[in-house]
Nanobody, 118 residues
């Protein structure tokens, strides 16, 4: 089984920065996609960015140019560097891992709160 644990959330002023981390543990299929999702109150969960085990990256239009996703494959750790934060970035941020082989197992972390407010 796979466990995902997020960290790094907190309160930041508009224009500020935060760095989120996601640590994955367990028996992880080597070909996978790790991604960050977020969910604000009253809104659907949305994809922020993802990065494959081959380092292919995609971003949501709303964060393009402001956020940077990365991963360290040897330790199955993923990061999200968030810059120029806006109040609309306020949400619970969730780590996700999707395995690309077999049954395409999908795993979620418990989330970390990001609040952007002056």
């Amino acid at each position: 089984q796979v466990q995902l644990v997020e960290s790094g959330g907190g309160l930041v002023q508009p224009g500020g920065s935060l760095r989120l981390s996601c640590a994955a543990s367990g028996n992880i299929f080597r070909f996978n996609v790790m991604g960050w999702y977020r969910q604000a109150p009253g809104k659907q969960r949305e994809l922020v960015a993802f990065i494959t085990s081959g380092k292919v990256i995609n971003y949501a239009r709303s964060v393009q140019g402001r956020f940077t996703i990365s991963r360290e494959n040897a330790e199955n750790t993923m990061y999200l560097e968030m810059n120029s934060l806006k109040p609309e970035d306020t949400a619970v941020y969730f780590c996700n891992l999707l395995e690309q082989g077999g049954t395409r197992r999908n795993y979620w972390g418990q989330g970390t709160q990001v609040t952007v407010s002056s």
